[in-house]
Nanobody, 124 residues
Framework: QVQLVESGGGLVQPGGSLRLSCAASGFTLDNYVIAWFRQAPGRERERVSCMSPRERTTYSADSVKGRFTISRDNAKNTAYLEMNSLKPEDTAVYYC?????????????????WGQGTQVIVSS
């Protein structure tokens, strides 16, 4: 059974850090683009960061550049999103997604597999 399972969300104060994990099962991440999306209440799901499988080229939204870092450990079949200097506007449900191929895409429709999401709340 193909699955992506996120973990690591929670409540954090502004300026704090969290590390999200995305564990894949039923397939190997080696040949898949991995991306993190987020969706805040009343807003569309947006891509936060993305990494290609082989070149490991990364793309990040302007709103998180310099604060969020995407990474992957193919041996563990797991991807990560390191989030630092968190702001209240980062509050959202965060989803990992995977698509077979080499290129990062923006649209949710371009991704084959999705996790169930993990809630991140940034508040004092």
């Amino acid at each position: 059974q193909v699955q992506l399972v996120e973990s690591g969300g929670g409540l954090v104060q502004p300026g704090g850090s969290l590390r999200l994990s995305c564990a894949a099962s039923g397939f190997t991440l080696d040949n898949y683009v991995i991306a993190w999306f987020r969706q805040a209440p009343g807003r569309e799901r947006e891509r936060v960061s993305c990494m290609s499988p082989r070149e490991r080229t990364t793309y990040s939204a302007d709103s998180v550049k310099g604060r969020f870092t995407i990474s992957r450990d193919n041996a563990k079949n797991t991807a990560y999103l390191e989030m630092n200097s968190l702001k209240p506007e980062d509050t959202a449900v965060y989803y990992c997604a995977a698509r077979r191929g080499r290129l990062c895409f923006m649209r949710t429709d371009d991704y084959d597999y999705w996790g169930q999401g993990t809630q991140v709340i940034v508040s004092s």
